[in-house]
């Protein structure tokens, strides 16, 4: 749906401003209801049996021990899921949550247990007797790339892949346009280097949970935190083999998501023993079970190749990208390659994915999948290049930034973007200019993402007292009911105070697919806007009923229906509230709904600029100041945008610094735990900058764009290239721990 | 295995339970008596989700027994508001924007009042080191400080 | 499990002593805890001795202090007296964890715990901390560097218990510090760790000294080397250097998740030459 004509000088009321948010109260009391805080009469607790092994054959599973303990009420293991034909997708989900014939990595689930207590539950999966084949394993990307590399999974490689090369190699992808060796050729300076990255985990707060229920007719209700109930309940009724129909599934209150709740892990495994006790089962993972099993992101290896002239011109872009996933082919490297150089206007370049699989767990979506290290390696070349010849870093990117008209390195072409804007709103703020101490160094960079927009359905209904209650069916992780309410407000003209958002269980709405992809306040936004606009005509038509005139001699403004045009004659306007107090006269409940596939949801762009210290002597990196250049299209909550862009940037920090997994030499995780996998605390912060940008999205009845992705996009290289301006030294190996940088700067 | 009786106050009210020896008083929070706003995001002390303050100090309450409550003082978050009206580090919470999923948002504000009942006039690095043991993933720290040192503002104006 | 509340040492000792399976003594509980909920640890029965008052208390003896083994970092950070006398040891306790660990984590159970790693070891070691322990058979004064023998393994007898960690009396002129390093700014087991204790002459040369790190081999250990290095000087660079040089040998760490031989052994010297100026300030000040 098109931006609406008048938006650039449209006065909006509500949208922009900073009302409170729906569920602030309850969050702040502790009363909101998350995953792990409901329960059922009868409820057993369900845990799960790991693998310790990072790759092994599950030669026999004996249960019987386990199953002998008294108030142990159901064990499953695979025998107990069908099995899934020719559905790959499905049948790798399942294998993840619950392992067939080989264990892939440390922590995948080989059983599970529903008990009635907790402490009955951990003594009986001790009594499960698995035994083992220990296979070699290989968990590096390169390495599993190798011919003679331990391999997962035969026969996986999809037609892509060219023959001989290890089966660890499933599929690879190719973006660009242009002849990369002339380009090259017209460059002053071809720079060639390899980039590494670490995977990372979303690390949200909340551990995933579930309660499931399943009675002996195939009706269940499932209780979980997701960021996409629809999903869950399509997946887990595949797995299962249920009616979609059969299956409710309600979202609970979620903490915390970034992509890594977009799939299932617990719930089927929750549905399949609720189904054999015949008793409600709830499943709460432990912290460590969230760092071995769930989804972190990939850990990736790129070349990169590019060539500029002297003036700071790219002439040439070339990247080679692989990213491993995990133990099963979808790593996000398709993404990694249409995103490495999106941000440019560039006559040749290339990029070329390889997606690997390894002994790692199954990755999952993590804020903008793929992109941030493809941004790494791309932006720290151009970084490098830039200084290389002496040139100011941002006036290199505005020289080759990507605007309107520009064909993108995968293939689209731009309509209005906001690169530009990012790029000189940097150079003129004051922290790009501030003085800088010794051992201190300044960075920037800029960072792309596509945003999503998808199935979406809202319904609207207006109340009898003229309230309004906006129905969607996306979890809400970080305040986008408040956005839905505004954007109601809005189209309505009524205040945000009359408006509640709330949401759906699947049974009670239409397909929504998951909160993903910086879709919500876009797709949600503009279904909201269209069934509000539904709403209207709906009241426009009772309005016309009652004064006699045709329906479209009436219009709504400012929240009450008017007669306009030639023959409405005159009529006192009728509120929202009037026409709904007498709806039950004029043809009874009123309400607006919207049901789309959207597309539009505009690409965003974001430039970044750091300030850190490093100390010479340990190599610790220190965060001296952060600020976020985005376009947000139009902020609908600006504190929300903001945090967005405040929380996107802080986990990028993360990934750049100190976040990693590690694995030992047996292929175990070594730091399955907060204190050793390390997210950024608070103390380790300035407070993070932000400027919104409003370059209104042609996409979007208002101009949104999804503003949640692109934020984490550009920190790795920004901080990459300040460290690099306050110590000499270039990292391109991920995370800059200390002894890393250390080790560089000795060495140079 | 036989069960400890534990004569306890939580939040001003008297409370009775009998909880298994090795059960953290998180536990005994949320599965014995309802009391679920106090979170559970790691279970080994690392992330400060399940923070309450017992005989006035602050703990991670999965790092107690529930056992150890006996004859304490306890303070959840359910306990943060009176009655209608809730704290003004609650209140600026939400005018800040300062929860985005809100997981993180009772141990914090328990912590976070710890912090001012101590020190009501904190730097921003007080702030910061006192809250360092509370994670937050969403938010990026800056609006969470931002609202403790508002709300401290409010406060020492009140008082 | 059994949960053992002793209301009095006697009680606690008798307790202990009459244990047949395995019973830890409960303190803070910040390791204990989290060994057991990570099933490294499944204890018969804990003994939790916050109950015992004596054991609560900080005490002034022979011009020292006498921390009971249930006081916990925060409660020592507010007693000014003893912050003043042993400003390092404070902080080094006060860097275990967050304010919440803060609450509860006792520096006897950061010895007993026997983590190479423990912040407050270094600092006790160099500040000649004795520990004191009590059994069925009595009490009995033990050097803290005695009491751990390796990762998780400590030199108590079974039955025996520390009942309280004694800070010598320090004479004028007198300074400590603690520096560790870590990859965050909190929330992290020391990488290395580095305590100095010295005292200095009225004209500003060092006269004695102690130098413990941490994190560098399976216990904590004191380094007379790198005390060597700095007696006699006024710590001026080339004896800090000498100081550096004599950590960074002394150092035999492995590799591990949290660091790398080479990153280990150079930080420890870094960290001594930083912590020493530290002490050198306040023994001063004391002046
Ligand atoms: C989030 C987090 C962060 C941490 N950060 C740090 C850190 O930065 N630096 C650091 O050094 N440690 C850290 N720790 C570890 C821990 O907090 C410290 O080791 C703390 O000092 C332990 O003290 P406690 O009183 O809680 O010991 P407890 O857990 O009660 O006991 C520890 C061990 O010692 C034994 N024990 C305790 N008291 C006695 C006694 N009096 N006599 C004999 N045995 C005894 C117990 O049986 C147990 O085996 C951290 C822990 C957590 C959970
Ligand atoms: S749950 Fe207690 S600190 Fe994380
Ligand atoms: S608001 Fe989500 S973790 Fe803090």
New binding site residues.
């Given amino acids: 749906m098109a931006l609406d004509t008048k938006s650039e000088t449209r006065q909006f009321t509500v949208v922009g401003t900073r009302p409170l948010r729906p569920d602030g109260i309850d969050k702040v009391t502790g009363r909101a209801r998350f995953g792990a805080d409901m329960t059922a009469p009868g409820m057993l607790i369900g845990l799960v049996l790991r693998s310790p092994h990072a790759h092994a054959k599950i030669k026999r599973i004996d249960t019987s021990a386990a199953e002998a303990i008294p108030g142990v009420h159901a064990v499953v293991t695979r025998a107990d899921f069908p099995v899934i034909g020719d559905n790959d997708f499905i049948a790798d989900i399942l294998d993840n949550c619950m392992a067939g014939e080989k264990a892939l990595y440390d922590g995948h689930a080989v059983a599970a247990i529903a008990a009635s207590s907790g402490a009955i539950a951990r003594k009986a999966l001790k009594l499960i007797k698995v035994d083992y084949e220990v296979l070699p394993h290989v968990t590096d990307v390169d390495a599993a790339m190798k011919p003679g590399a331990p391999v997962l999974h035969e026969g996986r490689a999809n037609e892509t892949v060219p023959e001989g090369m290890s089966s660890n190699v499933v599929a690879r992808y190719e973006f660009g346009h242009g002849d990369i060796g002339a380009g090259l050729a017209g460059a002053d300076r071809v720079l060639e280097r390899t980039y590494r990255t670490e995977a990372t985990h979303q690390g949200y707060i909340e551990p995933h949970a579930c309660l499931a229920q399943m009675g002996p007719d195939g009706q269940a209700d499932l209780w979980c935190c997701t960021q996409g109930q629809y999903m869950v309940r399509d997946t887990c009724a595949a797995i299962l083999g249920l009616k979609q129909g059969q299956l409710r599934v309600t979202a609970s209150e979620i903490g915390g998501g970034f992509g890594g709740k977009t799939t299932v892990f617990l719930e089927p495994v929750a549905l399949a023993l609720a189904r054999k006790s015949g008793r409600p089962v709830k499943m709460v993972m432990t912290r460590s079970e969230v760092l071995r099993a769930t989804g972190p992101t990939a850990s990736s290896s790129i070349d990169i190749k590019l060539g500029m002239t002297k003036d700071g011109r790219i002439t040439a872009g070339f990247a080679e990208l692989r990213y491993q996933g995990g133990a099963y082919p979808g790593s996000p490297v398709e993404f990694g390659a249409m995103s490495a150089f999106a941000p440019y206007d560039l006559d040749h370049v290339k990029t070329v994915g390889w997606d690997v699989v390894t002994n790692r767990p199954k990755q999952a979506a993590y804020r903008a999948p793929g992109a941030p290290m493809a941004a790494f390696a791309v932006e720290s070349a151009i970084d490098e290049l830039a200084k290389g010849f002496g040139l100011d870093p941002l006036e290199v990117r505005l020289k080759n930034a990507a605007r309107e008209g520009t064909r993108a390195s995968y293939g689209v072409t731009y309509p209005a973007i906001g690169l530009e804007a990012t790029l000189r709103r940097a150079k003129d703020h004051p922290h790009w200019t501030a003085p800088l101490g010794s051992n201190q160094g300044r960075g920037v960079a800029c960072g792309f993402w596509f945003n999503f927009g998808g199935n979406t359905c809202v319904s609207m209904n207006i109340a009898p007292d003229g309230t309004v209650n906006v129905i969607e069916g996306n979890p809400d992780i970080g305040g986008s009911r408040a956005s839905m309410s505004m954007m109601a407000a809005e189209e309505l003209g009524i205040s945000y105070d009359q408006v509640r958002t709330v949401i759906a269980d699947t049974a009670s709405l239409g397909l929504n697919d998951v909160t993903d992809g910086s879709r919500v306040t876009f797709a949600v936004g503009l279904a909201t806007i269209e069934a509000a606009r539904d709403a209207k005509r709906e009241m426009c038509k009772r309005a016309a009923m009652v004064w006699g005139i045709e329906e479209d001699a009436v219009e709504w403004k400012d929240g009450a229906a008017h007669p306009a045009g030639p023959n409405a004659g005159s009529h006192p306007p009728m509120t929202l509230a009037e026409i709904a107090a007498i709806a039950s006269n004029t043809g009874g409940p009123i309400a607006g709904h919207y049901e789309v596939n959207a597309e539009g949801a505009g690409v965003s762009f974001a430039t970044h600029m750091v300030d850190t210290e490093v100390d010479p002597e340990t190599g610790a990196v220190k965060i001296l100041r952060y600020t976020v250049f985005q376009d947000a299209g139009k902020a609908v909550h600006p504190a929300y945008v903001e945090g967005q862009f405040q929380g996107g940037a802080v986990q990028g920090i993360g990934w750049a610094l100190n976040e990693e997994y590690i694995y030992g030499a047996d292929g175990t995780l070594q730091n399955a735990g907060f ?1 050793d996998y390390r997210i950024p605390v608070a103390s380790d912060l300035p407070m993070i900058d932000t400027v919104i940008l409003e370059i209104p999205n042609p996409g979007h009845p208002y101009g949104v764009r999804g503003v949640g992705e692109t934020s984490i996009v550009p920190p790795l290289a920004t901080i990459a290239n300040a460290v690099s301006a306050a110590s000499g030294v270039r990292m391109a190996d991920l995370p800059m721990s200390p002894p890393k940088v250390l080790a560089a700067i000795k060495g140079a | 295995m036989s069960r400890i009786h534990v004569t306890t106050t939580i939040n001003g009210d008297p409370v009775e339970y009998l909880c298994d020896p090795e059960e953290t008083l998180l536990d005994v929070l949320r599965d014995r008596l309802g009391l679920t706003g106090s979170k559970e995001g790691c279970g ?3 992330c400060g989700a399940c923070s309450v303050t017992m005989n006035g100090r602050l703990v991670c309450s999965c ?1 107690v027994l529930g056992a150890e409550a006996e004859g304490a003082q306890i303070a959840t978050i359910e306990g943060m508001a009176k009655g209608e009206t809730l704290h003004p580090l609650q209140r600026k919470f939400i005018e800040h924007a300062a929860l985005q999923c809100g997981i993180c948002t009772p141990g914090i504000l328990v912590a976070a009042k710890s912090l001012l009942e101590r020190n009501p006039d904190p730097t921003e690095e007080e702030a910061r080191y006192w809250l360092a ?1 509370n994670l937050c993933r969403c938010t990026g720290y800056d609006k969470i400080i931002r609202a403790v040192m508002d709300a401290a503002a409010e406060m020492r104006e009140a008082s | 499990m059994q949960y053992l509340a002793p209301t009095t040492l006697d009680d606690a000792v008798s307790m202990l002593a009459a244990q047949a399976g395995d019973c ?12 057991m909920r990570s099933g490294f ?1 499944e204890p018969d029965a804990v003994m939790d ?1 916050k109950r015992i008052g004596a054991l609560r208390e900080i005490t002034t003896e022979d011009g020292g202090f006498r921390i009971g ?1 249930a006081v ?2 925060a409660e020592m950070a507010e007693n000014a007296a003893l912050v003043a006398a042993w400003p390092g040891v404070v902080e080094a306790a006060g ?4 304010t919440q ?1 803060q609450g ?7 010895l ?2 026997a ?1 190479p ?4 070891v270094p600092a006790m070691v160099a500040a000649g901390a004795v520990a004191r322990l009590a059994s069925a058979a009595g009490t009995r004064d033990v050097a803290v560097e005695d009491i751990p023998a390796g990762p998780g393994k ?1 030199n ?1 007898k079974p039955g025996e ?3 309280s960690i004694f800070l010598p009396a320090r004479p004028a002129r007198s300074g400590d510090a603690y520096l560790r390093f870590i990859p965050r700014t909190e ?4 990488v290395v760790g580095c305590g100095v204790s010295l005292t200095l002459d009225a004209g500003g040369t060092c006269t004695a000294a102690r130098v413990a790190l941490g994190a560098v081999a399976p216990t904590v250990i004191l380094v007379p080397e790198a005390a060597q290095a700095i007696i006699g000087t006024k710590l001026d660079d080339a004896a800090l250097d000498a100081l550096a040089a004599a950590c960074s040998a002394a150092a035999k760490p492995i590799a591990d998740k949290r660091g790398t031989v080479e990153f280990r052994t150079h930080v420890a010297g870094v960290l001594a030459r930083r912590a020493a100026t530290i002490a050198k300030t306040r023994a001063g000040e004391q002046a």
């Fill in positions: 204190l | 080994t002390g690392d790092l043991g | 830890r003594v409960l303190a803070g509980g910040t390791d204990l805890l989290v060994r640890a001795i083994a916990s970092g860097l275990i964890g967050s660990i509860r984590a006792t520096m006897a159970g950061n007993c715990n983590s790693a423990a912040d407050s400590t108590l218990f520390v009942a929330m992290d087991i020391a």
